[in-house]
């Protein structure tokens, strides 16, 4: 079999943290405006602010797309090679010590190949057979990787390096403080700018909470040269977490 050498390309989603505190004002009527979409505003001795913050860290879990292809003449042979093929992905995937709760079957599809479907009297069929593979140690995503292609797998797809559920939980109590503090010294600004004194909080909002995902598309091609080609290495950047808050603050003169 042909040794794929794989290259990583790089696609990563990033938010910017932005506070949302630009030109605030200040009034003592109208309750009904407690906050507006550009930023900060104020009524009824209140200053509201809307805030961002954003905090790092290194991806603690990945998962990664692989699959199995066939053509033939008939829809029962590409039925059997997938079934062939899958269960030597299987073994391929049990021997790394994944557990089965990890790896999830995508799609299962067999019909008439491009071929088939562009020019009558040709009998050929494709079909395709992938799985998600999760894996708790990212260190090991090019193990996985190069393990899956000599087991037969020809479909690599995407890499999405994220946050387990904990971290997550952890870092969004992070971004949020971040947030709320980013709120807190642009309320003081407001308020020294306009010589007032803030005279407490009156209400928090917290929302759009977000993971910022690192995702690599990998792409490979076939060499010749079996014994040559290093291991698959993909590094990921930092995944990041993003929240916003608006915090109403009450104000004095």
Same mark, same amino acid.
């Given at each position: ?105 995508? *799609? ?50 995407? &890499? ?11 870092? *969004? ?35 759009? &909470? *977000? =993971?910022?995902?690192? *995702? ?31 915090? =109403? ?5």
């Amino acid at each position: 079999m042909d040794r794929r050498q794989f290259l990583a390309v790089s696609s990563v989603g990033v938010v910017a943290a932005m506070a949302g505190c630009v030109g605030s004002a200040l009034s003592t009527d109208d309750p009904a405006n407690s906050g507006d979409e550009t930023g900060s505003s104020a009524t009824d001795n209140e200053i509201t602010v809307s805030a961002e913050g954003e905090v790092e860290a290194e991806p603690d879990t990945a998962t990664v797309s692989l699959g199995v292809e066939a053509t033939d003449e008939s829809a029962e042979a590409v039925s059997d090679e997938l079934a062939t093929q899958s269960e030597q992905l299987r073994d391929a995937i049990d021997d790394l010590g994944i557990p089965d709760e990890n790896v999830e079957e995508g *799609r299962y599809r067999i019909s008439p190949s491009a071929a088939a479907r562009r020019e009558e009297g040709v009998d050929e069929f494709a079909g395709t057979h992938s799985y998600q593979v999760t894996i708790d140690d990212v260190d090991r995503v090019g193990e996985v990787i190069d393990a899956a292609v000599s087991a037969g797998a020809d479909d690599i797809g995407r &890499v999405n390096f994220t946050l387990q559920e904990e971290t997550r939980a952890a870092l *969004r109590k992070d971004a949020i403080d971040d947030a709320l503090a980013t709120a807190d010294e642009e309320a003081a600004h407001i308020a020294s700018n306009r010589e007032v004194e803030l005279a407490g909080t009156k209400s928090v909002t917290t929302n759009d &909470v *977000r =993971v910022n995902s690192v *995702r690599h598309d990998v792409e490979f091609a076939t060499s010749a040269d079996d014994g040559n080609a290093p291991p698959t290495e993909i590094d990921a950047d930092p995944v990041t977490v993003t929240a916003s808050a608006t915090v =109403v603050y009450a104000f004095q003169n």
